[in-house]
């Protein structure tokens, strides 16, 4: 009769594995009284049932049988496979996005540059805007950029959010986080051309309306997202193009403001006539997206170490992007808190250097809305890759749909 017994490698903190004893063949002499003599052709051979048994252990161990730590922060590209969830694909789209052009990235899918502030100062004076510029982005900033380091690195592929979602909570949720915040970015998108020729029609008296603003709109969508069609490269190197413009005023604004700086103006407060939602609303419309970055997390060269550190560039900058004008602004000059609205840093440039300063940053709102317009895209389009690869376009019925919200 067969019997079963149970061998171990020999290799401490393995698992034994059940194998199976070859029986001896009797020698019809026993009958008679002989020994019993094992047959040549059924002996056991030891060494081949040995590598044998080491080949089960290798296939055990390559079907995810056998599991190695390694050290905590470091990254061996090992995917995050949840349960009854297939691995996600690393597809390898040219991975060539390098710090600096990640850093402009992120600062317009987050900012553009100071453009929009100015309502913060209307809503509840110096002091407090400035002071929430550089507290908001503790609360709320500083937190929503570490998420996004830690789970763009822990997931590095496109799809951001997208696969965090449907490696947390099913396919399912994943595509209606995926459509809902695809279709609330391209609505975003359309803006940027529009605001784009508003800053120009003051020079360009015929881009205010008619068939020529129209032409220009479609002209500048397509050449936009021509470049876009191109590649993330070119847009990234774009990116950091368009931010020195739209930085570099502020710049030479705030050393032109020095003489007339007076420090005192920075401390006027009204505790009792703020507009509390205006001021709040602002602060967070300018401190917020920074999970945007996350869907072409897969089109960074080295995410582990590149992501988080162009998030913490790219914070810095935001932060310092808004907080310097502001000092320049309410510091330099008179205040009167109700012409502190959308572009009133262009009547503080008039102000403090001329028109020719005033055109500078009109400028450089314009070619703002150009850097968030691209930025946008790309996080979009990228998004979108993310989802095919993930196939996260799936079909539900509204059975499906009542079952998932019911679950």
């Not at 030891?46 to 390559?62: A, I, P, W, Y």
């Not at 120009?200 to 008619?210: E, R």
Request: with cysteine; net charge negative.
């Amino acid at each position: 009769m067969a019997q079963t017994g149970e061998k171990t490698n020999g290799s401490p903190g393995t698992e034994p594995h059940a194998a199976i004893n070859i029986p001896t063949a009797q020698n019809p002499a026993a009958d008679h009284g002989d020994a019993t003599v094992p047959r040549a052709a059924a002996i056991p051979d030891t060494k081949t049932q040995q590598t044998s048994q080491n080949r089960l252990d290798e296939k055990l161990r390559g079907a995810g049988g056998g599991q190695t730590s390694i050290p905590m922060g470091e990254y061996n590209g090992s995917e995050y496979i949840g349960i009854n969830e297939a691995p996600s694909p690393r597809a390898n789209h040219g991975r060539k996005v390098s710090v600096l052009p990640l850093v402009f990235l992120i600062f317009y899918e987050v900012s553009g540059g100071p453009f929009g502030v100015e309502d913060s100062v209307r809503a509840a004076g110096p002091l407090l805007a400035l002071a929430g510029f550089l507290i908001f982005p503790l609360i709320w900033s500083v937190p929503e950029a570490l998420i996004t380091a830690e789970m763009g690195t822990m997931f590095p592929e496109n799809g951001g959010y997208v696969v965090w979602v449907s490696s947390g909570l099913g396919p399912f949720w994943g595509f209606q986080q995926g459509w809902m915040k695809w279709l609330s970015g391209v609505i975003d998108n359309a803006l940027y051309p529009v605001l784009f020729l508003d800053y120009l029609k003051s020079g360009i008296p015929a881009l205010g309306g008619g068939l020529p603003r129209v032409i220009a709109v479609l002209a500048l969508t397509i050449v936009l997202t021509y470049m876009n069609y191109r590649g993330l490269t070119i847009v990234g190197w774009v990116a950091v193009l368009l931010g020195i413009f739209s930085i570099l005023p502020f710049i030479v604004m705030g050393f032109i403001s020095i003489p007339k700086m007076k420090p005192e103006r920075w401390l006027v407060a009204d505790i009792h006539n703020v507009n509390w939602s205006l001021y709040l609303n602002t602060l967070f419309w300018n401190l917020n997206y920074w999970d945007s970055i996350s869907t072409l997390a897969g089109e960074v060269e080295n995410p582990k170490k590149t992501l988080p550190k162009a998030l913490f560039y790219a914070l810095i900058l935001v932060v310092l992007g808004y907080f310097f004008p502001l000092l320049t602004g309410t510091g330099a000059i008179p205040l009167d808190r109700e012409l502190w609205t959308d572009g009133y840093f262009s009547d503080v440039a008039k102000l403090l250097g001329g028109v020719w300063l005033r055109w500078w940053i009109q400028g450089a709102a314009a070619m703002s809305n150009m850097g968030m317009f691209v930025a946008e895209m790309s996080s979009d389009s990228f998004q979108l890759l993310g989802m095919a690869e993930r196939e996260c376009f799936l079909s539900f019925s509204p059975g499906d749909l009542v079952m998932e919200l019911l679950s």
